[in-house]
C-alpha cells in the first residue's frame, strides 16, 4: 500500500521529519544548554506542530509555516544563541528547509529562483524561411 493512498504526501513526511528535529535539535548538536534556544524550539513545536499536518489541506497553514521557518532561521541571532556555531547552523538550515516545505504546499513556484540556463521553448512545426514582402522566387 502507497503512503499516498492513505492520504500521506511526501510534503507531509518532509514537515513532520523536520519538527522532529526542531524537537530533538538542542539536544543532539548539544545546545540544550542555551535556555532561550530550548524555549524557542519548544514555542516552535506546540505552536506550529499541529500546522505541520494540516499545510497540504489548508493553505494558509502552510504560508503560517512558510514565516515558522524563517523565524527560526533567523532566531539564533535574535535570541542571543548564535554564539554556538552547531545552534545557528542547524536553526538555519532547518529553518530555510522548514520554508521550501511550507512554500512548496503553499504552491509558490521556487523554480524562477533557482540559477541555470533559461529553457528555450521550440515548436513543434518545422521552421521554413521567412521571404521578404514583394519578393518573388
Same mark, same amino acid.
Given at each position: 500500500?502507497?503512503?499516498? %493512498?492513505? $492520504?500521506?504526501?511526501?510534503?507531509?513526511?518532509?514537515? $513532520?521529519?523536520?519538527?522532529?528535529?526542531?524537537?530533538?535539535?538542542?539536544?543532539? !548538536? $548539544?545546545?540544550?544548554?542555551?535556555? %532561550?534556544?530550548?524555549?524557542?524550539?519548544?514555542?516552535?513545536?506546540?505552536?506550529?506542530?499541529?500546522?505541520?499536518? /494540516?499545510? /497540504?489541506? /489548508?493553505?494558509?497553514?502552510?504560508?503560517?509555516?512558510?514565516?515558522?521557518?524563517? !523565524?527560526?532561521?533567523? %532566531?539564533?541571532?535574535?535570541?542571543?544563541?548564535?554564539?554556538?556555531? @552547531?545552534? !545557528?547552523?542547524?536553526?538555519?538550515?532547518?529553518?530555510?528547509?522548514? @520554508?521550501?516545505?511550507?512554500?512548496?504546499?503553499?504552491?509558490?513556484?521556487? %523554480?524562477?529562483?533557482?540559477?541555470?540556463?533559461?529553457?528555450?521553448?521550440? @515548436?513543434?512545426?518545422?521552421?521554413?524561411?521567412?521571404?521578404?514582402?514583394?519578393?518573388? @522566387?
Amino acid at each position: 500500500m502507497k503512503l499516498s %493512498s492513505l $492520504g500521506i504526501d511526501k510534503l507531509n513526511i518532509a514537515a $513532520g521529519t523536520l519538527l522532529l528535529w526542531v524537537a530533538v535539535g538542542p539536544w543532539v !548538536w $548539544g545546545y540544550a544548554g542555551s535556555a %532561550s534556544a530550548v524555549a524557542s524550539h519548544v514555542f516552535f513545536i506546540f505552536a506550529f506542530g499541529p500546522l505541520t499536518l /494540516l499545510i /497540504l489541506a /489548508l493553505r494558509p497553514a502552510a504560508f503560517v509555516l512558510l514565516v515558522a521557518g524563517l !523565524w527560526l532561521a533567523i %532566531s539564533p541571532w535574535l535570541l542571543g544563541y548564535a554564539t554556538n556555531h @552547531s545552534a !545557528w547552523l542547524s536553526d538555519l538550515v532547518t529553518g530555510v528547509l522548514f @520554508s521550501v516545505v511550507a512554500g512548496r504546499a503553499a504552491g509558490i513556484n521556487l %523554480s524562477p529562483l533557482r540559477r541555470g540556463r533559461p529553457k528555450r521553448h521550440t @515548436s513543434s512545426t518545422p521552421s521554413r524561411p521567412v521571404e521578404a514582402a514583394g519578393s518573388h @522566387s
